[in-house]
């Protein structure tokens, strides 16, 4: 079986579908229990739930596209090639983080990306997929991620310039 196979294999099975940020998704939890809009910071627009846990998965033609959402969340590496992350932290710092199974080189099967980090990922083997879960607390609601500007981040973090120019894959102002 090719890897493209195996990676549709594994969307079919799981119930994955396209997502407009992170490659194809399937919810796997979402918490009955709400966390009253009132006790969250004053940048949640009403309740949330708790948590909630999606798998994802991102292929070199389907990578995650720079976003942040307002919630931590806790990537889990599951299956397939390691997940390079650019991270752009909110106050003005940034590092590439690889989350994946080759512990010796450095890898990490857990990634905690805190609220409002900006992110975006990169496979760096060709034809090649990785099978990740994630955890956000409180849980994840549609208004709480926001796209990043790569001109505009480009500008707030000029040391990661390059770094943005490759996870987009395209050259400043392209």
Same mark, same amino acid.
């Given at each position: 079986?090719?890897?493209?196979?195996?990676?549709?294999?594994?969307?079919?099975?799981?119930?994955?579908? &396209?997502?407009?940020?992170?490659?194809? @998704?399937?919810?796997?939890?979402?918490?009955?229990?709400?966390? !009253?809009?009132?006790?969250?910071?004053?940048?949640?627009?009403?309740?949330? !739930?708790? =948590?909630?846990?999606?798998?994802?998965? @991102? #292929? #070199?033609?389907? !990578?995650?596209?720079?976003?942040?959402?307002?919630?931590?969340?806790?990537?889990?590496?599951?299956?397939?090639? &390691?997940?390079?992350?650019?991270?752009?932290?909110?106050?003005?710092?940034?590092?590439?983080?690889?989350?994946?199974?080759?512990?010796?080189?450095?890898?990490?099967?857990?990634?905690?990306?805190?609220?409002? #980090?900006?992110?975006?990922?990169?496979?760096?083997?060709?034809?090649?997929?990785?099978?990740?879960?994630?955890?956000?607390?409180?849980?994840?609601?549609?208004?709480?991620?926001?796209?990043?500007?790569?001109? #505009?981040?480009?500008?707030?973090? !000029?040391?990661?310039?390059?770094?943005?120019?490759?996870?987009?894959?395209? &050259? =400043?102002?392209?």
């Amino acid at each position: 079986m090719s890897t493209r196979e195996k990676a549709n294999q594994i969307i079919d099975l799981l119930g994955l579908a &396209p997502h407009p940020t992170c490659g194809f @998704v399937a919810e796997t939890y979402r918490s009955s229990r709400r966390i !009253p809009s009132a006790v969250l910071p004053p940048e949640y627009e009403g309740d949330r !739930p708790l =948590a909630s846990v999606l798998y994802f998965m @991102v #292929t #070199t033609q389907t !990578p995650i596209r720079l976003h942040r959402i307002r919630s931590d969340q806790m990537y889990h590496h599951y299956l397939g090639a &390691p997940l390079e992350v650019l991270l752009l932290y909110p106050e003005g710092t940034g590092e590439v983080r690889i989350v994946g199974p080759d512990l010796a080189m450095g890898m990490r099967p857990q990634l905690l990306i805190p609220g409002g #980090t900006y992110h975006i990922s990169r496979i760096r083997a060709a034809d090649s997929f990785a099978l990740l879960g994630t955890t956000e607390w409180p849980g994840f609601e549609n208004p709480d991620v926001e796209l990043g500007d790569p001109q #505009t981040l480009m500008m707030e973090y !000029p040391a990661f310039r390059r770094l943005i120019e490759e996870f987009i894959g395209s &050259p =400043a102002g392209g």
